[in-house]
T-cell receptor, first 117, second 113 residues
Framework: AQSVSQHNHHVILSEAASLELGCNYSYGGTVNLFWYVQYPGQHLQLLLKYFSGDPLVKGIKGFEAEFIKSKFSFNLRKPSVQWSDTAEYFCAVNGGNYGGSQGNLIFGKGTKLSVKP | NAGVTQTPKFRILKIGQSMTLQCTQDMNHNYMYWYRQDPGMGLKLIYYSVGAGITDKGEVPNGYNVSRSTTEDFPLRLELAAPSQTSVYFC????????????FGPGTRLTVL
């Protein structure tokens, strides 16, 4: 069964600090990878996604993620965080197949990011 | 487009009561999903649907039922509410499944006392 691990439960940073949130997945086949963000009191929104091609993916609000196949990782990065980036971040993966449950997203447990002004 | 809408936003139930969480999308998406979100646990898939009339169980289906009579609507039914069902419930939809972004509704916060 697929699983997704997010290494940090809660990260606290000061504004302008650099951010890297870890995400590892267990599925060995072709995968599609997503990062979603949930701002306080709001629903989940897509930050970025990776299906194929350039392993460095750029998303909204200055976020990027790098897919490293050999490490089964898809870490999220931002060079300089802002107070408005305070949110919970979820990594998600599916197996890329349309059959059965493999097309459904498996979410990590999330990482809360608190940015101090 | 309103996207994905959910009602109610909040609800308190007593143990043993039943209720239906409503979900509607206006994007003509074939795929719809129900998740529950518990603190520190991420999102768990309850049920999903690949089109009108077709539903299937996700990871945590026990205690819930769904139906999909139209493309737009995907209600989630709790028949005998239990404290373990206290959670935030999110409905989502997508055009396709594996390669497509899921669009989420605003959520329903349910407390069972």
């Amino acid at each position: 069964a697929q699983s997704v691990s997010q290494h940090n439960h809660h990260v606290i940073l000061s504004e302008a600090a650099s951010l890297e949130l870890g995400c590892n997945y267990s599925y060995g086949g072709t995968v599609n990878l997503f990062w979603y963000v949930q701002y306080p009191g709001q629903h989940l929104q897509l930050l970025l996604k990776y299906f194929s091609g350039d392993p460095l993916v750029k998303g909204i609000k200055g976020f990027e993620a790098e897919f490293i196949k050999s490490k089964f990782s898809f870490n999220l990065r931002k060079p300089s965080v802002q107070w408005s980036d305070t949110a919970e971040y979820f990594c998600a993966v599916n197996g890329g197949n349309y059959g059965g449950s493999q097309g459904n997203l498996i979410f990590g447990k999330g990482t809360k990011l608190s940015v101090k002004p | 487009n309103a996207g994905v809408t959910q009602t109610p936003k909040f609800r308190i139930l007593k143990i043993g009561q039943s209720m239906t969480l409503q979900c509607t999308q206006d994007m003509n998406h074939n795929y719809m999903y129900w998740y529950r979100q518990d603190p520190g646990m991420g999102l768990k898939l309850i049920y999903y649907s690949v089109g009108a009339g077709i539903t299937d169980k996700g990871e945590v289906p026990n205690g819930y039922n769904v139906s999909r009579s139209t493309t737009e609507d995907f209600p989630l039914r709790l028949e005998l509410a239990a404290p373990s069902q206290t959670s935030v419930y999110f409905c989502a939809s997508s055009y396709g499944r594996a390669y497509n972004e899921q669009f989420f509704g605003p959520g329903t916060r349910l407390t069972v006392l």
